[in-house]
């Protein structure tokens, strides 16, 4: 995926800016698991990070609600702590590129740029990045064995910002090879 390099510590500073502030623009293509129905979609959820295991979790407004003192009890009786009480909205954008019956190649606008966010909110939609062992379940993973997926299929394709020095909006962009094949 691409990968931007400051030349400097001011360059890296600017550029750290202006992720922090959500002022970049970042798209990813992800492999998924099962065949995503809907050849657009938008994804909105509430998400927290568990302290057991660091990962990011999508609760519902109710569960949202219902946080006190740091801990979460979700609709199934399942009691969670979190690391804070800080609940961040995730949103993303999403267009199918390819899909077959057992996977979909989606290309990814983030809205937001949250911890785990495109891994948790695919993963809760119930296609999981294929190689994905945080977030993927037993038939994903399966499945990303038997294909030789052992990695997460997630990659920044294209990725924009402010210069630090010309002051101008630049994309870095990758292209996925036309005779991909899922």
């Known amino acids: 995926g691409v990968v931007v390099i400051a030349k400097n510590k001011s360059a890296a500073s600017f550029i750290a800016k202006q992720i922090k502030e959500h002022t970049t623009d970042k798209y990813y293509f992800a492999l998924c698991y099962g065949n995503v129905a809907d050849d657009t979609g938008h994804l909105e959820d509430l998400l927290v990070r568990k302290q057991n295991d660091g990962l990011a979790l999508v609760v ?4 949202a609600n ?5 801990t979460i009890i979700l609709g199934k009786g399942q009691e969670q702590r979190i690391f804070s009480g800080e609940i961040k909205k995730a949103v993303l954008d999403y267009e199918v590129m390819q899909r077959d019956e057992n996977s979909s190649l989606l290309k990814i606008k983030l809205q937001t740029g949250r911890f785990h966010q495109i891994r948790v909110q695919l993963a809760h939609m119930g296609h999981p990045i294929l190689g994905d062992r945080k977030y993927g379940t037993k038939e994903s993973l399966e499945y ?3 294909f030789g997926k052992t990695n997460v299929c997630l990659a920044c394709y294209r990725f924009g910002f402010v210069h630090p020095s010309s002051k ?3 994309f870095f962009e990758i ?3 036309q ?3 899922l």
Do not use: D, Y
């Open 175 to 177: 292209t996925i090879p």
């Open 60 to 63: 519902s407004r109710k569960e």
């Open 179 to 181: 005779s991909l094949k």
């Open 144 to 146: 990303s064995e038997r």
């Open 168 to 170: 101008k909006k630049v």
């Open 66 to 70: 219902s946080l006190k003192n740091q």
